[in-house]
């Protein structure tokens, strides 16, 4: 059972244009939402993350928006970048005060062409 | 210096060998994690720790066990190593005491069992 789903497993586009990443959850129990990125060879870092109690959180070229009657998230990047390439992970924690016990995605894997 | 390390880097065993991987930290954070990461099913939790004397089973525990020697190390063994626990494995820690907790991950054990 996959409580945390990205639905897809790649992504392509153009350098410069907008990157929209999107993630679906089942469990209404989840309070915080992150994203990590992961390049090869490296374990996921932290990109940005959301709490419930908001629907959007900003962060230079990355947003995240949260909606909480679709059970839906999405990280938006934009302009994109070369080296914005790679695999991204969203993750749910059913604690509003930060990541513990984390739920993963799958994964989606973002190619950003020169 | 890396704040998470992880030993060994990569692994070669075969079919009913006992292996340990190993997670360092230097962030001085007090809960520690153990994933593996499979393709197309993301990072799953197998155990985790929030302090020196706590030890909790994840999604994945069966087949695995863990040992808690001291606030930096967080140790994961396999007691009868199965082909199907090839996979990649990241340690990750977390500060209870931070604002906003965020888990960071050590570099990954990439581990193959024949």
């Known amino acids: 059972d996959q409580q945390v789903k990205q639905n897809s497993p790649s992504l392509s586009v153009q350098e410069g244009r907008i990157s929209i990443l999107n993630c679906d959850y089942t469990?209404?129990?989840?309070?915080?939402f992150l994203w990590y990125k992961k390049y090869p060879a490296e374990g996921p870092t932290f990109l940005i993350s959301?709490?419930?109690?908001?629907d959007k959180n900003e962060d230079g070229r990355f947003t995240v928006f949260l909606n909480k009657s679709a059970k839906h998230l999405s990280l938006h990047i934009v302009p994109s970048q070369p080296g914005d390439s790679a695999v991204y992970f969203c993750?749910?924690?059913?604690?509003?005060?930060?990541?513990?016990?984390?739920?993963f995605g799958q994964g989606t894997r973002l190619t950003i062409n020169p | 210096d890396a704040d998470v390390t992880q030993t060994p880097r990569n692994r070669i065993t075969k079919t009913g060998k006992r292996i340990m991987l190993e997670c360092s930290q230097t962030?001085?954070?007090?809960?520690m994690y153990w994933y593996r990461q499979d393709p197309g099913l993301g990072l799953r939790l197998i155990y985790y720790?929030?302090?020196?004397?706590?030890?909790n089973k994840g999604e994945i525990s069966d087949g695995y066990s863990v040992s808690r020697q001291a606030q930096a190390k967080f140790s994961l063994s396999l007691e009868s190593a199965i082909p199907n626990q090839t996979a990649l494995y990241f340690c990750?820690?977390?500060?209870?005491?931070?604002?906003?907790?965020?888990?960071?991950f050590g570099p990954g054990t990439r581990l193959l069992v024949l």
């Open positions: 720790s929030f302090d020196v004397k706590d030890i």
């Open positions: 993750a749910a924690s059913p604690n509003r005060q930060g990541a513990q016990k984390l739920v």
């Open positions: 959301i709490s419930s109690i908001k």
């Open positions: 962030k001085g954070h007090d809960r």
């Open positions: 990750a820690t977390s500060d209870r005491a931070a604002r906003r907790e965020t888990q960071y």
């Open positions: 469990n209404s129990m989840f309070d915080y």
